[in-house]
């Protein structure tokens, strides 16, 4: 923007005779304008020393000194941006302020100069970090602005400057006062600039970074979303030759990625390492841009490794920040931040592998960012809190309590240099925290549990801070405060970490990343739990129970539940508009192929543009989603519509029906026994054998007895050992966990011949869901001994529940048409030979059962809403590490798999889905709390009964047992299908193939049912 002034001032002289300063200022300019255009460094420095040769041509008392010493001054300060030399850009701040001292203030070409002069001295700010630099390129820079004409074509360039050293004063103090100015600057400078002047772009996003740090100091999102907007404008305005390009890429790039931080919208973080390797491909080697790119990239590269964990992602991300830190001068002030990036990728990658080289690494690098970093710096806090982290993990890894104080040392450091109210004094506090509970948990210290308490308090209420770190330190300070005996205040923070789970898993965001925030918070509801009880609140812990599971599936339950059957009554025209909404919203969740092609299939701004459409579209109609919610519960009577249900609405739903939540958290463990009525209190056992750790020891001993005992590679003995192990952990969740449940309940014996089994419904919490509480007991006792006997089967009949509240009542459904869905040779998997012996058993006992012959994904889908029974036989896969990958294996299931989401999307009246099919119950134990796996899929469609599995299933075994359920089902083929006892069917089933097989526990045990 400066070439144009000294173009002006060249000009008018070039009426006159020329003399030699003005042919070598004029050609001065012209290698100038060159150099912007072609970025070439041979021509900046020609133009820089044909500056000198002119301003060496011109005298002392020459009129036009002033102009040429500006033009000297100026391309200069070009030099150092094509090279980086440090001398050129000192020499440009020492010929400008000649400059500006050889022009009066009155002086038409005063405002020109001093703008010139300001932007000069804000780079040689950006490389030492003076304060006093910086404030005299504010000082200039607003000398320049008053100078300036309101109706000059050229203000612009004054306010752009005054604004971008005003927001670097807000980097280097945090003075808010001076980022307000920026943003208002940058304002003014954007409604002085046309849409159609060539520097639109780069006012655009000069606007960029200071809206963004106003939401980093509030917590504004709307800051952060005019940020983004106005940085999109000006990449759009943007050649990819421009020289600004770059950093245009990079300010848009951090909006995104702050974005992603506060929303978890993956879309937002792709978009920024996109944009962040353009803007690194089209920038020279070491330039100032080429740093900034880097740097951007590589906190987007740091993000997207905490969200996928890809390890290939962590290695180019600390790759990235080594080539910033290598392209940055010792002394350049932005040294030190890229210090910090670097020290964070050698922590993360440190937590991945483990290598004490690479925390070594980090923490010395951590070390030399404090000690670069000026005591009054705004990104001092953070410098010295990634320290802090860094020695806690050493800590952890050597136990030494010198580390350990020196981590607390860093953490007070960083929160004494932490604004109030500012969003990232919330992570400061929390980590803080985090090492003074380890010292309390090493010492025993109550001057550090009180402390730690403090710091999770006020990071939790900080009303500017990220909800989910807010989320995070709400459930340390919980649980800390049970270790205290402050139990009301402990269920109060639990209850507020509750509250933000809106603000954590927004519906605004796809499913894919509810699903990845969701797994963010596992352990809730036992924590929520235990807070409650140990209030003495066991009514609330209940309700918190049922609050803090299967959020998920409460969307859509609720959609289809009672709730909207009263509405439809009530208010038909609102109830179809929700419904419309909800449609709508799960489109969006599963947007169409075409928009999931592989980006080498599509060019990226294309694919880029979908996919923020997208996002714009979802944000949309979930803020029209919230406020068609807003506007019902605004009615008579629908208050609560679509909330969370209270005590008396949970014993509705489950109709006098025995259901037993079973929790462990750190602090105890317990069975809550719903009440059958309202007026009865819920009763709680404490189970006081169990511990939280031998729960997670004892689920794992089961499934790497079972992995064991399945596998054919294994000698014959070593799985008959296996299959004694699973036998020690049922009979241990016999001693520890059911027989204390089924006393309390007066379940002592056996039924005598001829009296109805009591039922039980099992709702286990948290990762306990992967235990089979149906096959619990001493499964190796002498059957003919007289006292009571040892296991769950024996006593009762059992049945599952994801949560109580999906046992509401549903319409029944007519008929009992019958589909077979039987996929024993399919493309990819192992024959599943018994399948056609299955088929062939039950279609004896249900001759009017329809047999699917093309088991398709379309054609079942098709299938399904005509029948009111459903047996698949086929292979069933469990999306450990991605739930939305479960699902059944038919015979397209290359192409086409039908998973969960197919599945959860159905809207039926259905009786029963027996699912003849291995691990349709598992999924993430970060997830395990949703239910997100098949047999929960089924449920959710409707279907009142699933009979699902735990682990691999044998094929024969498996076709035994559903032979076995469907003759007590039929009564032996006499009746149709009786699926109101499906419950008692898979009892009889379980226990018929126990008999068969009483030492192989994984042929009779992996079965559930699942429902009413």
Not at 14 to 32: F, H, I, M, Q, Y
Not at 388 to 410: C, H, K, P, W, Y
Not at 429 to 437: D, F, K, M, P, V
Not at 870 to 880: K, N, P, Q, V
Request: glycine share 6%; charged share 20%.
């Amino acid at each position: 923007m400066a070439y144009r002034l000294l173009r002006k001032v060249f000009n008018k002289l070039l009426l006159k005779s020329p003399s030699r300063t003005e042919v070598l200022g004029n050609r001065a300019v012209d290698l100038l304008l060159q150099s912007e255009r072609t970025n070439q460094v041979d021509v900046a420095e020609m133009a820089v020393e044909t500056g000198r040769q002119a301003l060496a041509a011109t005298p002392n008392d020459h009129p036009q000194r002033a102009a040429v010493l500006d033009i000297l001054a100026v391309a200069l300060l070009r030099l150092f941006e094509r090279t980086g030399q440090v001398d050129a850009l000192e020499e440009a701040v020492e010929t400008g302020r000649q400059a500006l001292a050889a022009t009066p203030r009155n002086n038409p070409r005063h405002a020109g100069v001093a703008s010139n002069h300001g932007m000069t001295l804000r780079n040689l700010f950006e490389c030492t970090g003076r304060i006093d630099v910086l404030e005299e390129a504010i000082e200039t820079g607003r000398q320049a602005l008053a100078a300036t004409p309101h109706d000059d074509p050229d203000r612009l360039i004054p306010l752009s400057n005054l604004g971008t050293a005003l927001l670097a004063l807000f980097e280097l103090t945090g003075r808010i006062d001076a980022l307000e100015e920026a943003i208002e600057t940058g304002r003014q400078a954007l409604a002085a600039t046309p849409h159609d002047d060539p520097r639109h772009a780069g006012v655009v996003s000069n606007l960029t970074p200071a809206l963004q740090r106003l939401f980093e100091c509030t917590g504004r999102i709307d800051a952060l979303e005019e940020a983004i907007e106005t940085g999109r404008q000006a990449l759009a305005a943007t050649p990819h030759d421009d020289p600004r390009h770059a950093g245009i890429v990079s300010n848009l790039g951090v909006a995104l990625v702050r974005l992603f931080e506060r929303t978890g919208q993956t879309n937002a973080l792709e978009e920024a390492i996109e944009t962040g390797r353009q803007a690194v491909s089209t920038t020279t080697h070491n330039s100032r841009e080429r740093v900034v790119a880097l740097n951007m990239l590589q906190v987007a590269l740091l993000r997207l490794f905490e969200r996928t964990g890809q390890i290939d992602v962590l290695e180019e991300a600390i790759e990235t920040g080594r080539q910033a830190l290598a392209a940055t001068p010792l002394n350049h002030r932005g040294h030190a931040d890229n210090l910090t990036s670097l020290g964070i990728a050698l922590r993360l990658l440190f937590d991945h592998t483990g290598r004490i080289d690479v925390l070594v690494e980090a923490i010395e690098t951590g070390r030399q960012a404090v000690t670069a970093t000026p005591l009054n710096h705004r990104n001092r806090a953070d410098n010295l809190a990634n320290l802090g982290t860094a020695l806690l993990r050493l800590f952890q890894r050597n136990g030494r309590i010198d580390v350990l104080e020196e981590s607390i040392e860093m953490g007070r450091q960083a929160v004494a240099a932490s604004p109030l109210n500012q969003p990232k004094r919330t992570w400061h506090l929390y980590s803080l925290g985090a090492a003074l509970n380890h010292l309390f948990d090493r010492t025993g210290s109550t001057e550090a549990l009180h402390e730690a308490c403090r710091c999770y308090k006020e990071a939790a209420d900080s009303t500017t801070g990220e909800a989910f770190l807010r989320y995070i330190a709400y459930r340390r300070f919980a649980h800390l405060a049970i270790v205290r005996g402050s139990h009301q205040a402990a269920l109060q923070a639990i209850e507020d970490a509750i509250e933000l789970l809106a603000a954590v898993l927004p519906n605004s965001l796809v499913r894919a990343d509810r699903e990845y925030q969701l797994g963010r918070l596992p352990g809730l509801a036992g924590e929520a739990a235990a807070a409650a009880l140990a209030a003495d609140q066991p009514i609330r812990a209940v309700e918190l129970l049922e609050r803090a599971r299967g959020i998920l599936a409460a969307e859509t339950h609720s959609a289809r539940g009672p709730d909207m059957v009263r509405l439809r009554g009530h208010a038909p025209h609102l109830a179809d508009e929700l419904e419309q909404l909800r449609s709508r919203l799960s489109v969006l969740d599963h947007p169409p192929a075409s928009a999931q092609l592989p980006a080498e299939d599509k060019p990226w701004d294309t694919d880029r543009e979908a996919k923020q459409r997208l996002a714009e579209d979802r944000r949309e109609a979930y803020e029209a989603w919230r406020r068609l919610l807003d506007h019902i519960r605004s009615l008579p009577g629908f208050t609560r519509f679509f909330q969370s249900p209270t005590l008396d609405e949970l014993v509705r739903h489950a109709h006098g029906a025995t259901v037993v939540f079973i929790t462990a958290s750190p602090t105890r463990c317990d069975a809550l026994i719903l009440p059958d009525t309202a007026e009865h209190a819920v009763q709680v056992v404490p189970l006081v054998s169990l511990t939280q750790h031998a729960a997670m020891e004892h689920t794992n001993r089961l499934f790497g007895a079972i992995h064991a005992a399945t596998d054919p590679r294994l000698d014959p003995a070593e799985r008959v050992k296996a299959q004694q192990e699973i036998l020690t952990v049922l009979a241990w969740m016999w001693d520890t966990i059911t027989e204390p449940v089924l006393t309390h309940l007066g379940h002592t014996a056996t039924p005598g011949p001829h009296k109805p089994w009591p039922r039980v419904r099992w709702c286990p919490v948290g990762f306990l869901a992967y235990l089979p509480f149906h096959a619990a007991g001493h499964h190796t006792d002498d059957p003919d001994q007289s006292t009571a006997p040892r296991a769950v089967i024996e006593r009762v009949v059992s049945s599952y529940t994801t949560t109580v509240r999906i046992l509401a009542q549903q319409p029944d459904a007519d008929g009992h048409a019958m589909l077979i869905v039987p996929a024993a040779d399919i493309p990819g998997a192992t024959a599943l030979p018994a399948v056609h012996e299955e088929t062939t058993e039950i279609t004896t006992l249900v001759p009017d059962a329809h047999v699917l012959t093309t088991t398709t994904r379309d054609g079942v889908l098709r299938a399904l809403p005509d029948h009111q029974i459903a047996h698949f036989a086929c292979h069933g896969s469990s999306g450990w590490a991605d739930p939305a990958r479960s699902c059944l294996l038919l015979s397209d299931h290359d192409v086409a798999p039908l998973t969960i989401s197919d599945i959860g999307a159905l809207q039926l009246t259905a009786h029963l889905a027996y699912l003849s099919a291995c691990d349709t119950s598992i999924t993430s134990p970060l997830l395990v709390d949703e239910s997100l796996h098949v047999t929960g899929a089924f449920q959710l469609a409707g279907y009142r009964h699933v009979i699902g599995t735990l682990w691999h299933v044998d094929d024969r075994a498996a076709a035994q047992l559903a032979r076995d359920f469907y003759a007590h089902l039929t009564n032996d083929g006499k009746v149709p299908p009786q699926t109101h006892r499906s419950s008692q069917a898979l009892h009889y089933a379980i226990q018929r193939q126990r008999a068969r097989y009483p030492k192989t526990p994984t042929l009779w045990a992996a079965h559930t049912h699942t429902g009413a």
